[in-house]
């Protein structure tokens, strides 16, 4: 069985170097590193996952597709218990941005490693704890899958120094302004939602986010 990566995904795996030994964290069925390692792509992967579920998922993806060398297996919570030793390039996509930042804050050894991040959630969020540690981005695409558009982040060496949405915009991505067209409704409820909770502690910082992409949004019209 050969692998197909949704647009999702793809995007993803396109962001991995040639020779990577990959640790794909919350991996599911493991469609990214099966896939890296049938093109040829990765020489290694670790298929992490909390849950048993999710990995005798990956197992099955992995035996189908013929995979029985340089991929493993490993039941642990975010990356609890690994180290720069077991792998190079750490794939987190499909989780909220608080969990990515609670998995990275207790795995400081990541800083030398490159990161491919697909956040779900909380991207600003994400940026600004990702910015006052030291990491910086390196690329940053946007990417249509299903109907809905997904923010896709490298971390790597080239560190360049600017935002997501700073690199979209400087890339002329095709995606950005229905992207922030998103982004305007979904806070803009949420601002709603917070003004008729009182005392909402994360009511400032999302007016912020929302008032920082409307003026983003004007400037590309």
């Known amino acids: 069985m050969r692998v197909k990566l949704t647009k999702r995904l793809k995007a993803v795996a396109d962001f991995v170097s040639p020779g990577s030994r990959v640790i794909d964290v919350g991996t599911d069925h493991a469609y990214v590193p099966v896939w890296l390692l049938q093109e040829g792509i990765a020489v290694g992967a670790l298929a992490c996952d909390i849950a048993p579920g999710p990995l005798s998922r990956a197992r099955q993806t992995a035996e ?13 919570d975010g990356l609890r218990g690994l180290g720069p030793e077991d792998g190079d390039t750490v794939i ?67 560190k360049q120094g600017e935002t997501a949405l700073e690199l979209f915009r400087k890339n002329n991505d095709p995606l950005l302004r229905e992207y922030l067209d998103g982004l305007i409704r979904k806070h803009e409820k949420m601002v709603a939602g917070m003004e008729r909770s009182a005392g909402s502690g994360e009511l400032d910082g999302t007016r912020k986010a929302l008032g920082e992409y409307k003026k983003l949004r004007e400037e590309l019209s």
């Open 64 to 76: 189908e597709a013929d995979i029985r060398e340089g991929i493993s297996f490993v039941l642990t």
């Open 92 to 158: 987190m996509a499909g989780m909220g941005g608080e969990t990515i930042i609670s998995i990275l804050s207790e795995a400081p050894w990541t800083i030398s490693c490159k990161l491919i991040i697909q956040p779900q959630s909380k991207l600003s969020l994400l940026e600004s704890w990702l910015c006052d540690r030291g990491y910086r981005l390196s690329a940053a695409v946007l990417v249509k899958d299903s109907g809905r558009i997904y923010p896709v982040m490298y971390i790597a060496d080239e």
